[in-house]
């Protein structure tokens, strides 16, 4: 929003810093005792989750909060009054945070490289529409007043006082494309549905006072309007415009009745707005993050909450679970030789209470201090890796502890293990300083566990928080990395590391872990809101009367999260060593999908190597932004993810949020379809697209970099013919629902007629036993785009009588163009664009 500036180190205090660890250790110590009751845990109300479904309600209200977003952003739930009063706190968080300008600037983006491609007719006649209320002129000070994001109704006369007080800032980044668009000699035309007789005056003077000096039309509602909708209005206006010579080259608005009816323009544009029609924030982001020292300052309040929540718990039971069905699934011998390594900071005993006190890992390390909490032998069981240890000891693997900390510590190492529960194991190794004196961990550890295997024994399993823990050598059968956004061990010298593999090359072999731990970090910017609050209230309000001020103090502590963070990573090897390092430091999914039923892990693919930017994010696009374009159809005509996209899109894809989207969206068509009265009389149908509405491909797309690979017909087809795509869960229950209020099936595909038979076979075989009409692409389409063919498909049924009650896919082509049906449903797709 206009007016708010980059993080200041002045606005973190000394006094400050000293009063945020007590307001952690606080919002902590609720969020424990909530978790071990029945009760909502107000610090998980900013994050994403990849939790289960029976998990607490806080956590699946955060997941319908994100879920629900993207279902408004899309279009899918229309008509909503007032945000959910549990997503206050998450709105605000969105809003005041570096999310929504890079959102709003992504889109701007998108719209300038569009504009540029336009040919003009230079007469004077080529038009850009612009809306105005939070799309070029913000009303976020509006909405945050009395410190409620429209979680109350509506209310016309408080907000026409607002107007009238013409302090609206400028969107970010709107801003700047409407200077870009009068450069390449567009004609501005703002249309707003603000009064034409009270407003105007103060509208005007707004928008120069914030830098929109010229326009060639400013329409705004007059009298003879008034009981227009406002899609309505809409059409009406840009009729005139077209109607005086104009043509409509874009249009942009925030709001869905600014980019449909009539004569919406050659091409739309949606901007966020996470007030009013809500804009929830997309899924989860993933990376691997190395070589780092510590975490960005700005980041400490996210780690915190991450570390301190259930979202910490959730990702190391994931790990620990994968783990124990591993070691069940091994045929141990039996003498005592089969053994599981366990690291021990942060893998078996959690270091938490001393980086609670040191910045959540923004301090640098220090290893007086460290050392020192470690002698006190205070650490607590990380609970997940204890229930682990104890089913391994079960079975019959004995343990071998395999840690860092020097020879001289271990003493109060064995008391603290033992203390919390770690009662036995075979060894506790560890490093003699002397010896690995200037080694970097994953020498040191190679060379312990190399000497483990010459004594005769196997390693099972391998777990630790570190790549370093998991590298090497004598890796082992299988390693299962656990979640730690707080320390990396960095692996000093990465020449001589590089070196070191490539000598041992025949030893290496890949670790295999899960997506989930790649690094656990929900990517959703998230501090703790009421510590701030706290904070804000305590220091600042004397100082800053000014709501648009409070704006600047909370953006300050929050904001520029991604760029800061991504800016710490430093890489010192040469250009020509990076295949080497990716071939040893391939990332590596074991994906999984939950049996709904039986939540029992499914394994879509074991091992598959990262054909991303090595696994490093590249620094100008934020993937969250980036998929809000997709899925809005801001961003047309893409042939693949971007490469630095592929750990986002095959996370989200993979995780709980998929699924959660999915849900909002068919819940949404559920409610629909029951609002109908039935004629009955056989007509009523709802069309289903197939490919990744009804049937799954994601096993083919594992396989092939999560749209990142340029799609091959060849290989695709080749999947298609095998007939293994699997059910979409909400799909299929949404199918049943629909069947069961009489209205009939048709599945409308643009899988070729070659493909019928498989097809078929693969519906019925999932659970999609019974249809009204299967269409599949004939030859006569050949060279037509799938808008074309499905509104051609849609046309002949309804002239055979039949009625589209709904119509859901996972392509904008599924649900534009003609006879699309009295209400269309997006499901999320990040995978393809299909024209």
């Known amino acids: 929003m206009h007016g708010i500036s980059k993080p200041s180190k002045q606005i973190t205090s000394k006094k400050m810093k000293f009063l945020v660890p007590p307001l952690i250790f606080l919002l902590a110590t609720i969020s424990a005792t909530a978790s071990r009751s029945s009760f909502a845990n107000p610090i998980h109300l900013l994050r994403s989750e990849s939790s289960s479904e029976d998990d607490n309600n806080v956590a699946n209200a955060t997941l319908d909060c994100l879920s629900w977003r993207l279902a408004v952003e899309v279009n899918n739930i229309r008509n909503w009054a007032v945000i959910p009063e549990e997503c206050q706190v998450y709105v605000g968080h969105y809003m005041l945070g570096h999310q929504y300008p890079s959102d709003c600037k992504y889109v701007a983006g998108l719209a300038y490289d569009y504009a540029k ?5 230079g007469d004077g006649k080529d038009a850009w529409i612009l809306d105005l209320d939070d799309t070029s002129l913000s009303n976020a000070p509006y909405y945050y007043v009395d410190n409620s994001y429209r979680a109350k109704d509506y209310n016309k006369t408080e907000f026409v006082e607002w107007e009238l007080k013409g302090e609206a800032p400028a969107v970010p980044g709107i801003l700047d494309l409407y200077n870009k668009l009068l450069e390449l000699e567009f004609k501005i035309v703002f249309i707003t549905g603000k009064d034409e007789t009270t407003l105007r005056n103060i509208t005007e003077y707004n928008m120069k006072n914030v830098g929109y000096h010229t326009w060639e039309k400013l329409l705004l509602r007059d009298s003879t309007e008034a009981s227009l909708t406002k899609l309505e209005y809409k059409s009406k206006k840009r009729a005139l415009v077209v109607a005086d010579g104009y043509r409509i080259w874009g249009n942009m608005g925030d709001q869905w009745s600014d980019l449909l009816g009539e004569n919406p323009g050659n091409r739309t544009f949606k901007v966020p707005m996470p007030m009013f029609y809500l804009n929830w924030r997309l899924a989860v982001e993933t990376n691997n993050i190395i070589g780092w020292t510590a975490v960005p300052e700005e980041c400490a309040n996210y780690v915190g909450h991450y570390m301190l929540g259930q979202h910490y718990r959730n990702d190391s039971k994931v790990v620990t679970d994968v783990a124990l069905v591993h070691a069940k699934s091994m045929n141990l011998t039996g003498d005592g030789k089969d053994i599981w390594v366990f690291d021990v900071d942060e893998t078996t005993l959690s270091n938490l209470p001393y980086y609670a006190t040191h910045g959540f890992g923004t301090t640098p390390y220090n290893s007086t201090l460290f050392n020192a909490w470690v002698m006190e032998g205070k650490a607590p069981a990380l ?13 019959g693997i004995k343990v071998v502890f395999l840690t860092g900390r020097p020879e001289d510590q271990r003493n109060v ?9 770690y009662h036995t194991w075979e060894k506790l190794i560890l490093k003699n300083s002397t010896y690995y004196s200037g080694n970097t961990a994953v020498v040191y550890k190679s060379k312990e566990r190399k000497k483990l295997e010459e004594n005769g024994y196997r390693i099972i399993g391998n777990m630790g928080d570190q790549w370093s823990d998991l590298l090497g050598t004598n890796t082992c059968n299988r390693t299962f990395k656990l979640p730690d956004p707080i320390l990396f061990i960095l692996t000093h010298i990465i020449r001589d590391l590089i070196i070191f593999l490539y000598i041992k090359f025949t030893e290496v072999s890949e670790p295999l872990v899960l997506l989930h731990m790649l690094n656990s970090f929900d990517f ?6 009421y510590a701030h609050r706290l904070i804000e209230l305590n220091f600042y309000f004397r100082r800053y009367i000014h709501i648009q001020q409070m704006y600047i103090i909370i953006n300050q502590i929050n904001s520029n999260f991604i760029t ?6 430093q890489y010192n090897m040469e250009t020509h060593l990076f295949p080497l390092l990716s071939s040893f430091f391939s990332i590596i999914f074991l994906a999984t999908s939950q049996a709904s039923d039986l939540h029992i892990p499914h394994q879509i693919h074991l091992l598959r190597l990262q054909s991303g930017a090595y696994g490093r994010d590249v620094p100008g696009l934020s993937c969250l932004s980036w998929r809000l374009s997709v899925e809005t159809h801001n961003l047309v005509g893409w042939k693949t993810v971007p490469q630095q996209c592929e750990n986002y899109v095959g996370h989200y894809m993979l995780g709980k949020q998929y699924r959660d989207d999915s849900k909002a969206v068919v819940n949404e068509a559920f409610l629909y379809a029951q609002s109908l009265k039935v004629a009955g009389d056989g007509k009523e149908i709802w069309v289903f697209d197939i490919d990744e509405t009804t049937l799954s491909n994601l096993p083919y797309f594992a396989n092939h970099g999560f749209g990142t690979v340029p799609y091959n017909a060849t290989t695709f087809n080749e999947w298609v013919m095998e007939g293994k795509g699997l059910a979409l869960p909400e ?6 629902k629909v069947l069961s209020l009489g209205i009939k099936i048709v599945f409308l595909t643009g899988r070729t007629e070659d ?7 693969n519906l019925k075989k999932v659970g999609f036993h019974t249809w009204e009409k299967l269409v599949l692409k004939g030859p006569s389409y050949t060279g037509k785009t799938a808008v074309e063919y499905k509104s051609n498909e849609r046309k002949m049924f309804e002239k055979n009588g039949y009625r589209f009650i ?4 996972d392509q904008w082509s599924d649900l534009l163009g003609n006879n699309a049906g009295n209400r269309t449903f997006k499901l999320p797709d990040p995978l393809y664009y299909v024209s």
């Not at 959703?524 to 809101?529: E, K, S």
């Not at 800061?564 to 990573?569: G, M, P, S, T």
Request: hydrophobic content about 40%; cysteine-free.
């Open 524 to 529: 959703v910017l998230v501090f703790y809101f």
């Open 806 to 809: 709904g119509n859901i896919g």
């Open 564 to 569: 800061h963070y991504f800016l710490h990573r």
């Open 383 to 395: 609970p997940e890796s204890l229930k682990l240890y104890k089913s391994l000891l079960s079975i």
């Open 731 to 736: 799909s299929l229950k949404l199918y049943k």
């Open 755 to 761: 493909q019928r038979s498989v097809t078929a076979t």
């Open 117 to 121: 491609s336009v040919e003009l007719v």
């Open 413 to 421: 190492t064995e008391t603290n293990l033992k203390k919390v529960g």
